[in-house]
């Protein structure tokens, strides 16, 4: 990435708000595209699918398969994230507590700041 990119993403958004919810998810899954050149070729192959994971994907509560589609996006969330160095846990994410869904998600916008800043990346 050139260094005089500027790049937004927003790191946090109410999940009751589903048109913010919606563009955090989309900038989310952009910026996951990008961190993913800053992990080494052979952890990314031994990642396998985590690699293409596409984290503007939310599972609607309404479809059958939601909790393997939540299930699948934790766990390859964390896949990458742990790839990354990153110090956010994904075990005590429970998405149905409010608290604790307004406390990791506020952890991984920070996460998500300190990678930027750790890889060079402008934002405003």
Same mark, same amino acid.
């Given at each position: ?26 900038? !989310?899954?952009? /910026? !996951?595209? #990008? ?5 080494? &070729?052979?952890?990314?192959? *031994? ?17 059958? %398969?939601? &909790? ?9 969330? %964390?896949?990458?994230? &742990? ?5 956010? *846990?994904? *075990? %005590?994410? %429970? ?15 920070? /996460?998500? &700041? $300190?990678? $930027?800043? #750790?890889? *060079?990346?402008?934002?405003?």
């Amino acid at each position: 990435m050139s260094g005089n990119q500027i790049l937004f993403f927003p790191d946090y958004a109410d999940p009751n708000d589903q048109a913010g919810w919606s563009m955090m998810l989309s900038g !989310h899954s952009l /910026e !996951h595209d #990008l961190f993913l050149n800053y992990i080494p &070729q052979s952890i990314k192959t *031994g990642m396998g699918a985590g690699v293409l994971f596409d984290f503007g994907l939310w599972p609607d509560k309404d479809d059958p %398969d939601y &909790q393997s589609m939540l299930d699948q996006w934790i766990g390859t969330h %964390d896949a990458v994230h &742990q790839a990354l160095g990153s110090g956010i *846990g994904f *075990g %005590d994410l %429970d998405v149905n507590d409010p608290s604790n869904w307004q406390i990791w998600l506020s952890a991984h916008a920070t /996460e998500h &700041q $300190r990678l $930027r800043t #750790l890889f *060079g990346m402008q934002t405003l």
